[in-house]
């Protein structure tokens, strides 16, 4: 991977903003839990989690407000530091139940803010990169690991606070975009490969893809967070290494051969995870559960990071795009929060195995809309696209005739001797009968034709014009 200036900033803004969305989310449901109890921990998530989607969406039409009334991109990342530093003191020392709820989701609005900030700058970043998906999964990775580090130094209070202030800034400061880059964005679209209906279809198909999967996905979560509310798993010490490691291991496998396995791999995970599920409702190990949890969660982060970080330049809103996979997954679990516990503590095996087949065959049917089980192009494939593009795109004839008299700035009695003379060998006194001139006339003429063209013979002259 060419890692330029662009790409270590866009890299370290991701995996800063993972490990601050994740720690704090932790830590938010810790002391949930502590305050009101671990059935209140899963609707309270959904809250802040409901915030950070606002964020994400509010973030490009923010941008665009900002840039009308001339502020810069680093002014849009900076007011949202002060928003998230609110939310993250209160996350950490929780007044009230109540107080922590409401600061809670004004913090992970400003969360959400940075977060597409950072995807934005990814995107532009990576824009048109083989190995995007290694280092939407190499980001998540730190993120992962800087969190576990964290949790092994058990940094809590006012040492937790300043590391994820510190970490907060950070991610303002390397998430701005370059203005030629965003400037540049829209231009990327190619109206000849991918009409913009096309563009369209996929990505809002791809939206539906990522909730969906996220449904699967928050079940598990559930369980895991429960679990981990009544303190019989601690999700933050060595499931975390799982999880970084599947993360990384999904960008280098989604990378191979272009992308073009990438969907059928995500697939797979779901059907493992839907399986998981299944399994641990029925009664099997719960840690089994959270190891497939893990391990397929980072698999699904570095998909919809990948999906959507590879689309957004490509969009009339970049800036809106480049989060949107974190956003619909976000918003998912905001809205089934309630249907997936209520089905994880009923004990209903029999409808959660309807329930997650049914989940299961929409996926399948959001991945063939999306275009995810259409293999990428091969490099012979582009390559013979291209020429037929050039080919379609090249001058007729008539189109390069017209270029060569004007470049020339042939006269129109000039144009007539020219095509006379280049149209076969006729003598020129028989060329001089059929456009009624004389013979002087049309030699003069013909010794200005050479002049202008450079040429010195007609056979020269001949081949310089454009024939069919």
Known sequence: ?????????????????????????????????????????????????????????????????????????????????????????QIQFPTAPLVLEILGCVGFFGLGLLGAAAHHAFSLAFQDDPKLATGAGAAYAAGILIQFAINLLNCGGI???????????????????????????????????????????????????????????????????????????????????????????????????????MGLVMLGIAVLSTISILAVEAGADPNLGLVVFYLSSGFFVTFFTATFTQLAPRMHAPALWGGMGRAANNVCAFTTSGISLALVTSGNVALIMIGALVLLVAA??????????????????????????????????????QAFIANHALTPREVDVLIAVTQDERPLKQIAEELGISMRMVQRHLSS??????????????KAFPSA
């Open 159 to 261: 040492a937790e606070l300043i590391v994820l202030g510190a970490a907060t800034i950070a991610i303002s400061a390397l998430g701005v975009v370059p203005q030629k880059a965003a400037e540049s964005s829209n231009s990327a679209i190619n109206p000849f490969i991918e009409p913009s209906h096309a563009l369209a279809k996929q990505a809002c198909w791809s939206i539906a893809l990522v909730m969906i999967l996220a449904c699967l996905f928050s079940t598990l979560d559930n369980v895991v967070t429960l679990s981990n509310a009544h303190g019989t798993i601690a999700v933050q010490t060595w499931p975390r290494l799982f999880l970084a490691a599947s993360g990384l291991a999904a960008g280098l496998i989604f990378d191979l051969a272009e992308r073009r396995y």
């Open 1 to 89: 991977m060419n890692l330029s200036k662009p790409k270590i900033n866009a890299l370290l803004a991701l995996a800063l903003f993972t490990f601050v969305f994740l720690a704090a989310e932790f830590r938010f449901d810790i002391n949930v839990g502590l305050l009101t109890g671990a059935e209140r921990v899963v609707i309270a998530q959904g809250f802040i989690l409901g915030a950070s989607v606002i964020g994400f969406i509010g973030y490009a039409p923010l941008l665009g407000l900002a840039q009308r009334k001339g502020h810069s991109l680093a002014a849009v990342n900076a007011a949202a530091v002060p928003i998230v530093i609110v939310g993250l003191t």
């Open 449 to 462: 034709i050479y002049q202008k063209t450079d040429t010195q013979t007609r056979a020269g002259l001949t």
């Open 364 to 401: 399948c049917a959001a991945f063939v809309a999306a275009g995810l089980f259409r293999l990428p192009q091969t490099e012979q494939e582009r390559e013979r696209e291209q020429l037929a593009e050039e080919a379609l795109a090249a001058p007729t004839i008539e189109e390069q005739r």
